[in-house]
């Protein structure tokens, strides 16, 4: 294993549900984004529950995940292919960001797995929508905003 794997090795079971790995929604994903999906899962805790005296039940915490670009690139996915792999498990319902980080510092975003793929393909998916997010001033449309304001200011001076 190299280095760089060795840090964010995970020793942990994937337990997913035999009716995921044969939806119309998981068989779409690439081989790397199904590969992230499950790292996901392995990232995953659980605790045993009790619901009777005799029966237990795995109480799963599916909230608060973190898989930062770092740890993507340690396995060889690139910064650009995990964001994609990351907005394709959000719209097809995998995943959902509950906090978008920043990308400055160690600032990183945080998931919450989802079963919104369970209706992937029928009238009653929500397709979710992951937002980029840029450093006050650094996007698009405020780079068009300045070149518009400059350019009348150069027009009233000439």
Do not use: C
């Not at 006050?136 to 405020?142: E, M």
């Amino acid at each position: 294993m190299a280095n760089g794997r060795r840090k964010f090795r995970l020793k942990r079971k994937v337990w997913i549900e035999p009716d995921m790995m044969e939806s119309e929604a998981f068989r779409s994903l690439s081989a790397k984004a199904m590969w992230v999906l499950l790292r996901f899962y392995q990232k995953r805790t659980w605790e045993k529950g009790k619901t009777s005296s005799r029966h237990k039940v795995t109480i799963y915490q599916n909230d608060g995940l973190v898989f930062t670009y770092a740890e993507a690139l340690a396995f060889g996915i690139s910064r650009a292919q995990f964001h994609r792999i990351i907005i394709d498990l959000v719209e097809k319902g995998f995943i959902e960001v509950q906090y978008q980080g920043g990308g400055v510092g160690r600032d990183y975003s945080r998931y919450g797995l989802s079963d919104g793929w369970k209706k992937y393909g029928t009238p009653e998916f929500k397709k979710g929508t992951k937002r980029r997010v840029l450093q006050q001033g650094l996007d698009v449309q405020t780079w068009k905003a300045r070149r518009e304001e400059e350019s009348h200011a150069m027009v009233k001076v000439a």
